[in-house]
């Protein structure tokens, strides 16, 4: 066999680089949003900043779980997140099953 064992869990340089390229698209987004926000639909263009800004909330939270060595284990039930699901939502914080009870 060749073929090597993937981790259960994202190691922390990973998961610091994939939370820093979704930061670097939220940010480039907002920019976007904020550059037209003047031309278009202001409600919209609000509500859209305020999701985004939400999202770099959990970026912000999901690096410091990374710090002190939780990221990767559901906040409710503190089994692991499948890393298919952090390569996805790499700032999860919930496994499949209790996100859908939230
Ligand atoms: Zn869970």
């Given at each position: 066999m060749t073929t090597v064992a993937r981790s259960p869990n994202l190691t922390a340089p990973e998961a610091r680089r994939r939370l820093a390229h979704e930061r670097d698209s939220r940010l480039t987004q907002l920019s976007a949003i904020e550059a037209g926000a003047a031309l278009a639909d202001k409600e919209l263009s609000s509500a859209q900043a305020a999701a985004i800004r939400r999202v770099l909330t959990e970026i912000s939270a999901a690096e410091d779980r990374v710090a002190d060595g939780?990221?990767?284990?559901?906040?409710?039930?503190?089994s692991g997140i499948p890393v298919e699901r952090l390569e996805i939502l790499?700032?999860?914080?919930?496994c499949v099953g209790c996100q859908q009870k939230s």
């Amino acid at each position: 066999m060749t073929t090597v064992a993937r981790s259960p869990n994202l190691t922390a340089p990973e998961a610091r680089r994939r939370l820093a390229h979704e930061r670097d698209s939220r940010l480039t987004q907002l920019s976007a949003i904020e550059a037209g926000a003047a031309l278009a639909d202001k409600e919209l263009s609000s509500a859209q900043a305020a999701a985004i800004r939400r999202v770099l909330t959990e970026i912000s939270a999901a690096e410091d779980r990374v710090a002190d060595g939780t990221y990767g284990a559901c906040q409710r039930c503190g089994s692991g997140i499948p890393v298919e699901r952090l390569e996805i939502l790499p700032y999860a914080r919930y496994c499949v099953g209790c996100q859908q009870k939230s």
